[in-house]
């Protein structure tokens, strides 16, 4: 497989990965955004999709459970026409010992055209993109980041408000243990938005607000003139002892509730990455309710990860087509 076929020059977003928000420019991000509602215009009016990834496969390589994610990247990009391989820890010789980069060169050795790496230990989409030269899509690692993720949230912002800059975000949670909020604040500050956070103390990162954002640990304060909550899963299965709060408890202190959304702004939306821990974080009645736009992200998420494999690899413009 040549370098060439995936030198970042040849693709309109100039890089040759997508490893997190933080390393994408304001440009990038709306690039990628445009390109998704020019997918979704497509699919919701029943008109063809270029196949622009025909001839092409694309790995999936998940070490961790996955539903939303793994599902909308497989749909994605048998809807632009690839060949997709959905790789599981417990489908590879991991199970046996191997280690990821020679997983990952064994894969490389099969000349796939792009490679979606779930994985538990932060860092492992950058280690893998120093070694393969192939298109390296970050489908979340461990704590650090999940761009994909934020990148359906903007969609579905600009989709709903009409716009990102000037909103009043608040994120609620499980912030420490979160990629979805790092990946989210990164992209939203740089789109120009107000971002706030609310938790327990134990689940906020030390020194969160180095990130540019205000911080908070009452929630009913912090929901006062927001636009947008965006509540997380509690991850009780990353938490020790110290760290986690009974769901009980957490649910009457940071639970959103029809009570709480009284208090934002009258048209409030509520997002969730999913799954969604209910009466935990959030209740039923919010959830399945008028503000929530959760579903709108999920079905968002296929369109978004189309838009990202279109582009890496080299997908054409399709404006004149749409």
């Known amino acids: 497989m040549s370098d060439r076929k995936h030198n970042s020059s040849l693709n309109s977003l100039g890089i040759k990965s997508l490893l997190g928000t933080e390393f994408l ?61 959905v790789l599981t820890k417990e489908g590879t010789s991991t199970e046996k010992g191997e280690t990821l980069v020679d997983t990952a060169r064994t894969i490389q050795a099969m000349r796939p055209d792009a490679l979606v790496l779930r994985h538990s230990s932060a860092g492992s989409p950058f280690h893998l993109n120093q070694i393969l030269n192939v298109p390296v899509i970050n489908a979340g690692d461990g704590f650090h980041e999940h761009p994909t993720q934020a990148l359906l949230d903007l ?10 800059e000037g909103l009043k975000i608040l994120i609620v949670g499980d912030i420490a243990h979160s990629r979805v909020a790092r990946s989210n604040i990164y992209a939203l500050k740089k789109m120009g938005a107000e971002v706030s956070v609310c938790g327990p103390p134990t689940l906020l990162p030390p020194k969160v607000e180095q990130m540019g954002v205000e ?13 947008v909550i965006m509540t997380l899963r509690i991850q009780f299965e990353r938490l020790n002892s110290g760290q986690s709060p009974s769901r009980g408890e957490y649910s009457k202190f940071y639970g959103i509730s029809e009570s709480i959304l009284k208090l934002a702004k009258p048209d409030v939306l509520v997002m969730h990455p999913g799954p969604v821990n209910r009466g935990v974080e959030i209740s039923p009645e919010v959830a399945d309710g008028s503000r929530s736009i959760i579903l709108n992200q999920v079905g968002n998420g296929v369109v978004v990860r189309m838009a990202v494999l279109h582009l890496l690899t080299g997908g054409e413009l399709i404006e004149a087509k749409v």
Do not use: C, W
């Open 25 to 85: 420019e304001k440009s990038q991000i709306e690039t990628i955004i445009k390109y998704s509602f020019l997918f979704k215009k497509l699919v919701d009016e029943g008109r063809p999709i270029p196949q622009t990834l025909a001839g092409k496969t694309v790995i999936l390589l998940f070490f961790e459970a996955s539903t939303r994610t793994r599902s909308s990247f497989e749909l994605a990009a048998k809807r632009l026409g690839a060949t997709t391989l």
């Open 155 to 164: 969609m579905t912002l600009q989709e709903f408000k009409g716009r990102i």
């Open 215 to 227: 911080v908070h640990y009452e929630l009913d304060k912090a929901v006062k003139n927001k636009d």
